[in-house]
């Protein structure tokens, strides 16, 4: 066998005799003159007669607790080639480093299959690492399939009716789930490059979108907005403390109009129109060029490109705000029309229909004995 390590060694199985590692024959110092059993040799009683394992050719015999190198055999550890992986790279093992493309796989079903047992969170079936491109690249031409596809379970019978780039879908939990820790990116960052949709959202059925971002900012929906954020019922059956955060903390509650102005009004102003056009804090009883008031949290801002500017106020235009109010025109009650008062940024009751028209902000929710205060008015600009 020695002599004739080049030529291949029909039904041989390296670093094994028989089945067997050389360290079952240990009894055997010399073959030629040992024992061995007749289950694994049948002409023991002749070992010369046999030939390449005669005594004349005895380097395995002799050598059993040593592997043979450069041995070409038909097997590798008991099999044959035809179970191992070719390779341009012609390595085996865990590791390999070297230019060009690590491994490339083909086949008629999956071109790679890869699993783990483990349930720790920082291991995978499949791990890609890159530290100056992408760690994993996932693509496909075919419509209806997708460069990646993430699967929780069996997933759902929907499938992308053009191809996707990322698909993800399960038959229980979330079939995407998108986190982060930064202060200046988004959890998702969404570009449609052409004129799209940024968003489409549909329901149960396919066919039916529920919801929709347009490409210029524009959205659409079928249902209606709710504010407060612990909000989970539909509408009529909301209890107090799902709509309580729109009006007594600093959720939202109006919609809201972001317009220039002038000095340094704060949230429950009052403010009216000045000389110039813009907006400042009113100063009188009952001034006529009185829009509405500061608005301190706004559920819809319009020109919010400018929200938070300075030289800007958010102007109140429809729903429930906090409203800095005095009875110096007598106690306020719920329902009582407002104004402006005398004094800066606040609003009083409002008395005699001649005086009101014109004038009125809006209708107070809450009441005030004496003094000063904030309480919560409906805007209603008349």
Not at 272 to 300: H, K, N
Not at 313 to 331: D, R
């Amino acid at each position: 066998i020695a002599q004739n390590n080049n030529a291949l060694q029909s039904s041989l199985n390296a670093d094994m005799l028989d089945g067997q590692h050389g360290s079952y024959y240990q009894n055997a110092s010399n073959i030629s003159g040992g024992t061995l059993g007749t289950n694994y040799y049948s002409a023991y009683s002749d070992l010369s007669a046999e030939g390449y394992l005669g005594n004349a050719y005895g380097d395995l015999a002799r050598n059993n607790n040593t592997l043979q190198t450069s041995l070409n055999a038909d097997k590798l550890d008991g099999y044959h080639a035809s179970s191992f992986a070719t390779s341009s790279h012609n390595h085996w093992g865990q590791s390999w480093s070297g230019s060009g493309t690590g491994l490339t796989l083909s086949g008629s079903q999956d071109g790679l299959y890869a699993s783990t047992s483990s349930s720790t969170s920082s291991y995978a079936g499949l791990h890609g690492v890159a530290n100056s491109t992408n760690g994993v690249i996932g693509q496909t031409n075919a419509s209806g399939r997708a460069g990646v596809k993430g699967m929780y379970s069996s997933g759902t019978s929907d499938t992308p009716s053009v191809p996707a780039g990322i698909w993800g879908t399960a038959s229980g939990g979330y079939g995407g789930f998108f986190s982060n820790s930064s202060s200046s990116y988004p959890a998702l960052w969404v570009r449609n490059q052409s004129s799209g949709d940024l968003i489409a959202a549909y329901g149960s059925s396919s066919s039916d979108r529920e919801f929709r971002v347009t490409n210029g900012g524009n959205v659409y929906a079928d249902g209606g907005y709710y504010c407060g954020r612990s909000i989970n019922d539909s509408a009529g059956d909301l209890d107090e403390s799902e709509v309580a955060p729109c009006l007594t903390d600093d959720s939202s509650a109006d919609f809201a109009e972001v317009l220039p102005a002038t000095g340094e009004p704060e949230p429950g102003d009052v403010l009216v129109i000045g000389a110039d056009g813009r907006l400042v804090v009113s100063s009188e009883p009952y001034q006529a060029t009185v829009v509405g008031v500061y608005s301190t949290q706004p559920s819809y801002v319009g020109g919010a490109a400018n929200l938070g500017q300075d030289g800007y106020a958010t102007l109140a235009v429809v729903g429930v705000v906090p409203v800095k109010v005095s009875a110096e025109n007598g106690p306020i009650q719920p329902g009582d029309l407002l104004t402006t008062s005398s004094l800066p940024g606040h609003a009083m009751r409002c008395d005699g229909v001649e005086q009101c028209f014109g004038r009125t902000i809006g209708k107070a929710l809450e009441g005030l004995d004496e003094g000063t205060g904030v309480i919560l008015m409906l805007v209603m600009l008349q």
